[in-house]
């Protein structure tokens, strides 16, 4: 689509001047959709009375391409907050592990997590072992985690009735 037929698809949809709807796809760098959207956020769109009707009537391949690019955004996005989420979690929470009040180490749950699958069965004989051996661990961070602390005291009251067991043999 030439730059004229851009602007003037920009006018039908938004029911902008000429001058607005060049500006918006100079911003957008000349993508119709964005510009439409970019219209809408700074308010001089008026999509209301222009965009449905001008939408649905609209049969150019362009704009279908422009459509489905918009859906697969709108779709594709929820996953990729789900990651953002998740990594936001796995930076922003840490473990921390003590010993006699002293902090030994500090890490955050992604090197844990990647730690865990190297080998899961070492990562987990490693924590109950050193457990056995006073160390302590604890999850620290923006996220509430007092649930999987009580869990780690659980098991490091395990690991000490553990050790007594076999101190006595």
């Known amino acids: 689509m030439e730059d004229f037929a851009k602007v003037e698809k920009i006018v039908d949809v938004t029911g902008v001047s000429f001058e607005d709807a060049r500006e918006a796809l100079k911003v957008t760098d000349g993508d119709v959709l964005e510009s439409v959207v970019y219209l809408e956020k700074i308010g001089k769109a008026n999509t209301a009375n ?30 990729g907050e789900f990651v953002r989420k998740v990594m936001r979690f796995l930076t922003h929470n840490k473990i921390e592990i003590t010993k006699n009040d002293e902090l030994i180490a500090s890490l955050p749950l992604l090197v844990v997590l990647i730690i865990c699958n190297i080998s899961i069965g070492f990562a987990l ?32 009251t395990t690991a000490g009735h553990v050790k007594a067991e076999y101190d006595r043999l």
Do not use: C, I
Request: hydrophobic content about 30%.
């Open 50 to 79: 222009y965009g449905a009707k001008t939408v649905k009537a609209e049969t150019s391949r362009d704009y279908s391409y422009a459509y489905e690019t918009e859906t697969y955004r709108r779709t594709s996005s929820g996953f």
């Open 125 to 156: 004989v490693l924590g109950f072992v050193s457990m056995m051996f006073g160390y302590e661990y604890s999850f620290k961070g923006e996220s509430d985690l007092s649930a999987a602390n009580r869990v780690l005291a659980q098991a490091g």
